[in-house]
């Protein structure tokens, strides 16, 4: 199952051509990027500045996914140029309502800006981060496997 949808969000205007986006300069658009890896596993992927304008749209995306019958969700931010606080303590309320649901969680964090905010954010050490995403969705199936076997 390979189901993807694109988001751009941006600061500033973008402007849409023909068949191509042509960015100002000076703009850094971000992007969310939602997939399924396969059924009840789905990858929300974003791309360049997660920051207060941004933040707000990848939330209206990350809520309504921790309230489905999803078994796991992987929040890739190896893209993300910069992390705000914002966004951090996103990551963290997300992290302890999946944990509440009973929604394996995990985030790709293969990049500075991101490392640097969380580890301002002191979630380094609680907030499930992996080097990427095969690694990360092996990671949360293996949890959901756990689940599973002591139900059963």
């Known amino acids: 199952m ?7 969000l941006t600061k500033n205007p973008v402007t849409d ?8 300069a000076g703009a ?6 939602t997939s399924y890896t ?10 360049g500045d997660l920051d207060l304008a941004t933040t707000p ?11 489905t019958t999803l078994s796991a969700l992987v929040v890739d931010l ?13 990551l963290a309320h997300a992290h302890a309502y999946a944990g509440h649901r009973g929604i394996a969680f995990g985030v790709v ?12 954010g002191e979630l380094q050490a609680s907030l499930p981060c992996f080097g990427s995403v095969p690694v990360a969705v ?13 139900k059963g």
């Open 17 to 24: 051509r023909a068949s191509h986006t042509e960015v100002p």
């Open 78 to 90: 190896s893209e993300v140029t910069f992390l705000c606080l914002a966004g951090v303590e996103l």
């Open 38 to 47: 396969e059924p009840h596993v789905q990858v929300l992927s974003a791309a």
């Open 28 to 33: 850094y658009p971000t992007l969310l990027r």
């Open 57 to 67: 749209q990848l939330e209206q995306l990350l809520w309504p996914r921790l309230q």
């Open 2 to 8: 390979d189901e993807e949808e694109l988001f751009v």
């Open 109 to 120: 964090n293969s990049n500075h800006a991101v490392d640097r905010a969380l580890t301002a």
């Open 138 to 150: 092996e990671a949360c199936r293996h949890l959901i496997d756990g689940h599973s076997q002591q």
